[in-house]
């Protein structure tokens, strides 16, 4: 039986996005009783955090509702009997995504801040801080359900999974994104819309998709094809080959763009680099704007700003997910979970992204079997990737590091890679203590 409060600790709650995850939370106060939620960050946050606190008292005010906020330092009084713990945190800030965007460009490589080297560099900085994060949750919440949205996010969970005991469930605001813009497109209701998604985070795809039990696939990527939106804010809008498309047969994300059209994506980065500054460089401006908002004694609700950030509907895939564990849902939810035989060629521990059903007991992913030999090679040469990125950032090991960043289709060849590693390394050096 499920208590009939919950208390949210939030890690990394000085982030930009929080006032999304309180808006989601009043909105669902009928379904869910949160009555506690602790905001953590570390000291260099401590000026966001204070003032997310503030924003989030005014909202919570404003809603009538009882909730006991609490914003500290101490992570560890934050997880303590918490019902949901949610990681949203950046290793590094701001300026660490910067440098993972710009290092590979140098080498003419692709420069993002989840896939590719720059997800690299951002796996080895995070996974040892989330493991030791885990251990406070073994220790002070064990029954805690822990929601990673922590980049890269799947990469980051099968982390968790392979090294603790938490009960994880990785997330991504992609798949909901896929959802509300191809219901758009096909103009019906997105909960009329059934996808089933199949993949790893930010390399997922919507293998089928139905309207009212009529599979419209090939109309969607007609669609797509001919140009309709299907991109998010962080992500350039490329448009797609629609002969390309077609031969696909399923519905890829936007992400994809950075691995099936690697040059136009590069070109644009590095146009965008040299121009307005990276993605991290303008989301610095953006979030310095939106905190100037957070601050406004007046504002008690989540200003329309927060929209130029890539995070839509984050709040909405995070407790959407709360509510079918707490409520005993058993609704259909794509996230990051374990394969164990979803896909029959992956390896039972490799977390994968896909349609699963979730209650009070947990995630059941929904089986897919065979995939097409059209998707399978790009999937299992960046899962070996991920294992290799994961055990290097455990073990600081550079021979992993090296295959790690070899192994992944968007580094071409190994003399780059290598140059690139050690620009990561060397760069990076305060956030790898592994690797000293
Ligand atoms: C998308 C991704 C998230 C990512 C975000 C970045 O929503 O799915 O994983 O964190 O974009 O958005 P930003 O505004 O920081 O570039």
Not at 85 to 112: C, H, S, W
Not at 127 to 151: G, Q, R, S, Y
Not at 200 to 219: F, I, M, P, S, Y
Request: aromatic fraction near 6%; include cysteine.
């Amino acid at each position: 039986m499920m208590t009939k409060s919950l208390k949210l600790a939030i890690i990394g709650g000085g982030s930009s996005y929080t006032p999304e995850l309180v808006e989601g939370v009043l909105k669902r106060l009928d379904i869910l009783p949160v009555t506690e939620m602790h905001f953590v960050d570390i000291e260099a946050g401590k000026e966001k955090l204070e003032i997310i606190e503030g924003l989030t008292r005014r909202m919570v005010e404003k809603a009538g509702a009882n909730i006991e906020i609490k914003a500290s330092l101490d992570r560890r009084a934050a997880i303590a009997n918490a019902d949901f713990v949610m990681t949203q945190f950046r290793v590094g800030g701001l300026q660490a995504r910067a440098n993972d965007e710009r290092i590979p460009i140098k080498y003419d490589v692709i420069g993002q801040e989840t896939t590719g080297p720059g997800g690299f560099a951002k796996a080895l900085r995070t996974i040892p801080v989330i493991l030791d994060i885990c251990k406070d949750i073994e220790e002070l919440a064990p029954n805690a359900w822990m929601l990673n949205f922590t980049n890269p996010a799947g990469l980051v969970t099968e982390a968790i999974q392979k090294y603790t005991q938490v009960k994880s469930i990785g997330l991504c605001n992609v798949p909901v994104s896929m959802q509300m813009m191809i219901a758009e497109m096909m103009a019906c209701p997105p909960e009329k819309l059934s996808l089933e998604c199949i993949g790893l985070n930010h390399l997922v795809w919507a293998h089928r998709a139905w309207v009212d039990g009529q599979d419209v696939t090939a109309e969607v990527l007609k669609k797509v094809g001919d140009g309709q939106n299907f991109s998010m804010n962080n992500i350039f809008e490329e448009p797609w080959d629609p002969d390309f498309l077609n031969a696909l047969g399923a519905i890829p994300c936007p992400y994809h763009r950075y691995f099936y059209q690697v040059d136009a994506m590069l070109a644009e980065e590095k146009e965008s680099a040299r121009d307005g500054g990276t993605r991290a460089e303008q989301v610095m401006k953006t979030e310095a704007e939106l905190f100037e908002l957070y601050r406004d004694e007046e504002l008690a609700e989540k200003p329309k700003q927060l929209e130029m950030r890539g995070g839509a509907y984050y709040s909405d895939a995070s407790l959407n997910l709360v509510d079918a564990i707490y409520n005993d849902r058993k609704t259909i939810h794509v996230i990051n979970v374990a394969n164990n035989g979803t896909i029959s060629s992956l390896p039972d521990e490799a977390v994968i992204e896909c349609s699963a059903v979730v209650g009070s007991w947990g995630v059941r992913p929904l089986a897919v079997g065979k995939l097409s030999p059209a998707i399978t090679g790009l999937i299992h040469q960046v899962k070996a990737y991920e294992q290799l990125a994961i055990e290097a950032a455990v073990e600081g090991s550079y021979n992993k590091a090296f295959m790690a960043l070899s192994s992944n289709p968007l580094v071409p060849d190994i003399t780059r890679a290598k140059a690139i590693l050690d620009d990561i390394l060397r760069t990076n050096h305060d956030y790898l203590p592994n690797f000293a």
